[in-house]
Nanobody, 119 residues
C-alpha cells in the first residue's frame, strides 16, 4: 500500500523557519513528480512547489525566494525548506506524488502536517 507520510510541521514565529519532510513507501519516487500543496482554513488547496524527476522546480509566487523544494530518491523523500515564514503561510501542508507510467496515471497524497505561523 502506497503511503506518503509528512512530518516537520509545528508552531513557529513569523520570520522563522521549518523543514517539512515527506517519506514515501511502496513506490519508487524517482519516477514521480513530487509536490507540496497547502490548504488554509476556509480556502482551497493550492500548489506550493513542485520538483520533477529531473530536478526542475517550480514555486507559487507567494513563496518564491522563501521556500525550497528538494528530493532524495535514495531515501524516497521530498523536502520543503521554509524560511521567512509569514502568518499567511499557516496551513495544512500536503505531499503529493504523481506519475504517468505506461499510460496509467498514479496520484498519491499524504495526510498532511499542520504549519502555524504566529507570535
Amino acid at each position: 500500500q502506497v503511503q506518503l507520510a509528512e512530518s516537520g510541521g509545528g508552531l513557529v514565529q513569523p520570520g522563522g523557519s521549518l523543514r517539512l519532510s515527506c517519506a514515501a513507501s511502496a513506490i519508487s519516487t524517482r519516477f514521480y513528480t513530487m509536490a507540496w500543496y497547502r490548504q488554509a482554513p476556509g480556502k482551497e488547496r493550492e500548489l506550493v512547489a513542485t520538483i520533477t524527476t529531473g530536478g526542475s522546480t517550480n514555486y507559487a509566487d507567494s513563496v518564491k525566494g522563501r521556500f525550497t523544494i528538494s528530493r532524495d530518491n535514495a531515501k524516497k523523500a521530498v523536502y520543503l525548506q521554509m524560511s521567512s515564514l509569514k502568518p499567511e503561510d499557516t496551513a495544512v501542508y500536503y505531499c503529493n506524488a504523481i506519475a504517468s507510467i505506461l499510460g496509467t496515471k498514479y496520484d498519491y497524497w499524504g495526510q498532511g502536517t499542520q504549519v502555524t505561523v504566529s507570535s
